[in-house]
């Protein structure tokens, strides 16, 4: 589907936000400056809005690679794999240790080789358009039947 604006953007990943649950995995694919990002912070904002907590900055962790965001039960851990080139860096990360459930977000997942369940995975392009973006979506078990016609 089209994504036609930063508002638009904005609408979808409420959308998925309401849906979003602790133990739930969010993949962000895409090209470098698509909105990945962008997505993040709308949807951590929302979460904070609607939990009744003060929205936060929600900064690209691209040197961090994780931020987390704490948000009344939900726990919000916002990474960026940009950096990590081996699987044995991306072990030492331990996203996949389940001793803390949460919500996890990848930005530059392409390394995880893990099919970690309740995984959605959203797949951004450019377009030719300066504000539009192209969007798909694939989900897993709890996402399964998940798809664009619900955005
Ligand atoms: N419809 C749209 N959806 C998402 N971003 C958009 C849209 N229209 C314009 N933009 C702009 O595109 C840029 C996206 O940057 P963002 O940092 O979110 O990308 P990113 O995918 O996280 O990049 P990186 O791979 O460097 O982490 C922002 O400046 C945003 O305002
Ligand atoms: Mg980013």
Same mark, same amino acid.
């Given at each position: 589907m089209i994504i036609k604006s930063l508002d638009h953007l904005k609408s979808i990943s409420n959308k998925i936000a309401e849906k979003v649950? /602790?133990?739930?995995? +969010?993949?962000?694919? %895409? #090209?470098? %400056? !698509?909105g990945k990002t962008t997505? @993040?912070? /709308?949807?951590? /904002?929302?979460?904070?809005? &609607? &939990?009744? !907590? &003060?929205? @936060?900055e929600v900064l690209s962790p691209t040197f961090n690679l994780? *931020? $987390?965001? $704490? +948000?009344k039960n939900l726990k919000v851990m916002h990474y960026d794999l940009y950096r990590i080139k081996t699987s044995r860096e991306l072990d #030492?990360?331990?996203i996949f240790n389940e001793n803390?459930?949460?919500?996890?977000?990848?930005?530059?997942? #392409?390394?995880?080789? @893990?099919?970690?369940?309740?995984?959605?995975? +959203? *797949?951004?392009s *450019?377009?030719?358009r300066d504000? #539009?973006? &192209?969007l798909s979506i694939l989900g897993h078990h709890k996402w399964k039947h998940y798809n664009e016609n619900k955005l």
């Open positions: 649950s /602790n133990g739930d995995y +969010i993949f962000l694919i %895409g #090209e470098i %400056g !698509v997505f @993040t912070r /709308n949807f951590i /904002n929302y979460l904070q809005k &609607k &939990k009744g !907590v &003060k929205q @936060t994780l *931020y $987390e965001y $704490e +948000i #030492e990360l331990g803390v459930r949460s919500i996890k977000i990848i930005e530059w997942p #392409e390394l995880v080789k @893990t099919k970690v369940k309740n995984r959605l995975e +959203i *797949y951004l *450019y377009s030719d504000n #539009e973006r &192209k």
